[in-house]
């Protein structure tokens, strides 16, 4: 441990600009062990203590902080661990600051997911929240995130809270916190939570029981009236009326998409849904996966393997917190493959657009969204069908910050980013795959009616619009030294910029954590006006664009690639899809990644 202190101390010290790391990890390490925590917490950390100094230093040398989706850190002991107490101190914090917002007539939902102890940390996060006079509004058993976000809605309520960690591997859990219009909260919001949660020096501080009465238990009314908002999305219901058997493989992937998704297929008219029963029971181990991500091959393979026999129309599969869908094709040549996320959004967008100018509900102030580093391909359907496209910082909040902007002004339809996310209409304030697949097969439906597939629609829309590929390259960096890593790895390409990639010139550098972007032929500068955000962008002279961002809730950085070509018909794909991808492989390797 103390080569891994003395390398990183200096690091840390300048960030926290007072004590050591040393001296850090002591201080919080004493705080527990003298402080008012359970017998078994203390015994954990004295195990540590003798047996895993590392493990103890990395479970202590900070605070765990609210990242772009809340908390989010892996189950344990420790300061920079999610526990019952990191859990009821930052709701102590939230509630603070909420009626501080809003006085003492305060309302919020809280949910969780599948995962091992949200349903504890759900429980935890409502007693303390009815102790602080707070009326509470919690879900029975597990729901999907999406369905929080509309009971905020719903519950007129002023703030909400689900415990779940999307995505990531089992060890993780995790803390999301919304605002009154149902939304992730953003700025000034996000950071004067953090400094209430700061305020909460232990946790005698937190209220952590009392108040009962202020606790309501909601289910299956609040079910009913989500799934029926969810029905309304339907452009075409006759469409899915008369494709009622399209043959759905769906899989849960082990979370709470069971217990909304197969009924929003049944009210859409589906009644050929098949679902991968060995991954159906919820189940925070998730056993028959590495990790629990539609994106992931591995964690579709049952999926896959399931569609293949029964020789099926689509596949679907939602992550643990039902917010993220991926869905399974055939290929022109009988290969079932899985999209990407860009790909996904893509068809998403362009299916809303076409069919609300098909039946002539569109608007002339229709507006769509998404984020930075997601396909620019969606701008060129939304610009050819003379819809304003918005594009905002990656994270669903953005899209609803942008939504509540332009309310009043511009009708928002739908807005995606590329990490598997969709969010249709505007009755909810976060990503949603229970509409998304919804949807998703309805479109799959509009295809089959006019004896088409999904595959063969991307391919004519890719000769259309051009064909954009895009590559997604994460680097994880764990640990306390991951910190440091991804900030250097980042401070030089702010620094130091390549000017050529792929004997292309850089013609721009856009910078989000400066809020300017510059020309590096010219040296043309401009502001950008969108909140500051440690993201690089590098833009080509011939339209490649390679986007840097560390991660707001994992220790990671990720890399976006996206480069596009004409695609003169459907023949020249699989051809054209090798010159783009040989294209990226180069780039990446002379960035050294």
């Known amino acids: 441990m103390c080569n891994i202190i003395m390398k990183y101390d200096y690091y840390i010290c300048k960030v926290l600009k007072t004590k050591t ?56 002991i420790g300061t920079n661990r999610i526990n019952k107490y990191t859990i009821g101190m930052a709701t102590q914090g939230y509630a603070n600051y909420l009626k501080q917002c809003f006085g003492s007539d305060v309302r919020v939902a809280v949910a969780h997911d599948c995962r091992n102890n949200s349903r504890t940390f759900a429980e935890i996060t409502t007693n303390v929240f009815a102790a602080n006079g707070i009326k509470v509004y919690l879900f029975e058993s597990l729901r999907p995130t999406p369905e929080l976000s509309y009971a905020i809605r719903h ?26 219009d149902g939304a992730q909260m953003v700025p000034p919001h996000d950071k004067n939570v953090i400094v209430e949660v700061e305020k909460i020096a232990t946790v005698d501080d937190v209220k952590w029981s009392g108040g009962e009465e202020n606790i309501t238990i909601i289910g299956k009314e609040t079910d009913a009236a989500y799934l029926e908002m969810v029905k309304g999305l339907s452009i ?64 579709m393979s049952m999926g896959l393997a399931l569609a293949k026999k029964l020789d099926a129309d689509i596949l679907l599969g939602t992550d643990p917190d039902a917010d993220r869908v991926g869905i399974g ?118 295809e089959k009616n006019k004896g088409r597939s999904l595959f063969e629609k991307l391919i004519d829309l ?17 640990g306390m030294n991951g910190v440091a890593d991804i900030a250097a ?15 292309i010139a850089v013609k721009n550098l856009i910078d989000y954590e400066l809020q ?18 440690n993201v690089l962008q590098f833009e080509l002279v011939d339209g490649t664009k390679i986007s840097a961002r560390p991660s707001g809730t994992e220790p990671k950085i990720k890399f976006y690639f996206s480069v596009n070509e004409p695609l003169k018909d459907g023949t020249k794909f699989y051809e054209t899809e090798k010159v783009l991808d040989d294209k990226i492989a180069v780039i990446i390797k002379e960035m050294g990644l």
């Open 155 to 180: 519950y007129k309520c002023q703030g909400g809270v689900v415990c779940t960690a999307s995505h990531n591997p089992k060890e993780y859990n995790g803390y999301k916190a919304y605002w009154d």
């Open 236 to 299: 075409y219901p006759d469409v899915c009326a008369a494709q009622h058997d399209l043959k759905i493989v769906y899989t849960p992937i082990h979370g709470s998409g069971i217990m909304l998704v197969p009924d929003a297929l049944k009210m859409f008219g589906f009644d050929n849904v098949h679902i991968v029963q060995e991954q159906a029971t919820p189940d925070g181990n998730f056993p028959t996966v590495n990790y629990p991500n539609p994106e992931e091959q591995e964690t």
């Open 462 to 478: 890719y000769v259309e619009y051009g064909f954009y590929k895009e590559h997604l390259v994460s680097i994880t960096k764990k």
């Open 489 to 503: 790895m980042m401070e030089r390409y702010r620094n130091y910029p390549p000017l050529l990639l792929n004997g």
């Open 329 to 446: 094709v055939k290929n022109d040549k009988g290969e079932w493959i899985l999209m990407n996320g860009n790909q996904t959004a893509l068809l998403a967008f362009n299916y809303i657009i076409e069919a609300r100018k098909a039946k002539g509900i569109a608007q002339p102030n229709d507006m769509v969204v998404k984020t930075i580093v997601t396909t620019d391909m969606i701008d060129a359907i939304a610009k050819r069908n003379g819809v304003s496209c918005y594009n905002v910082l990656t994270g669903f909040k953005w899209i609803a910050s942008l939504i509540k902007e332009k309310e009043g002004k511009e009708n928002y339809i739908v807005g995606g980013e590329e990490s598997f996310g969709l969010m249709i209409g505007d009755k909810i304030r976060d990503k949603d795959a229970v509409s998304a697949v919804a949807l998703i097969c309805e479109m799959a439906a509009s």
């Open 516 to 533: 300017k972007g510059k020309n590096l032929q010219t040296g043309e500068e401009w502001t950008i006006n969108l909140p500051k955000s």
């Open 21 to 76: 790391m040393q001296e850090i990890i002591t201080q919080n390490v004493e705080k527990w062990l003298k402080g008012n925590y359970d017998e078994a917490t203390k015994e954990g950390i004295k195990k540590l203590q003798m047996e895993d100094a590392d493990g103890l230093a990395d479970a202590f040398y900070r605070n765990l902080e609210f990242g772009t989706g809340g908390l989010r850190g892996i189950m344990g």
